[in-house]
């Protein structure tokens, strides 16, 4: 059983940033991957971006790649979204994801992803 809890969401204006944090209570944190997902008012759940076990593969949705980074850190149990030049589209519940190290980071389907956290409120102002 894994326990994920979010954190650093908030409201910045468009242009600026923000730092999400995802919070693991797990003695084998290195043996999951770890993905960002979000849900925009109205909208379907979507991927954002993932972490391979050791943080040394990485895989980006579109509409964020180049502006989002996700990291991990194994000896804090922590992975982080650093996003910078933040659009109102934006806007959105994210939240933290991690399945076993026998998926990939490839396969970005919601369901590919056993637990989850309860998300934290990112919103965007133009």
């Known amino acids: 059983q894994v326990q994920l809890v979010e954190s650093g969401g908030g409201l910045v204006q468009a242009g600026g940033s923000l730092r999400l944090s995802c919070a693991a209570s797990t003695t084998t944190f290195g043996r999951y991957i770890i993905a960002w997902f979000r849900r925009a008012p109205g909208k379907e759940r979507e991927f954002v971006a993932a972490?391979?076990?050791?943080?040394?593969?990485?895989n980006y949705a579109g509409a964020v790649k180049r502006r989002f980074t996700i990291s991990r850190d194994n000896a804090a149990n922590t992975v982080d979204l650093q996003m910078n030049s933040l659009k109102p589209e934006d806007t959105a519940v994210y939240y933290c994801?991690?399945?076993?190290?026998?998926?990939?980071?490839?396969?970005?389907?919601?369901?590919?992803?056993?637990?989850w956290g309860q998300g934290t409120q990112v919103t965007i102002s133009s």
């Open positions: 994801a991690a399945k076993t190290y026998t998926g990939s980071i490839y396969t970005t389907t919601s369901a590919s992803y056993v637990y």
């Open positions: 972490v391979s076990t050791g943080g040394g593969s990485t």
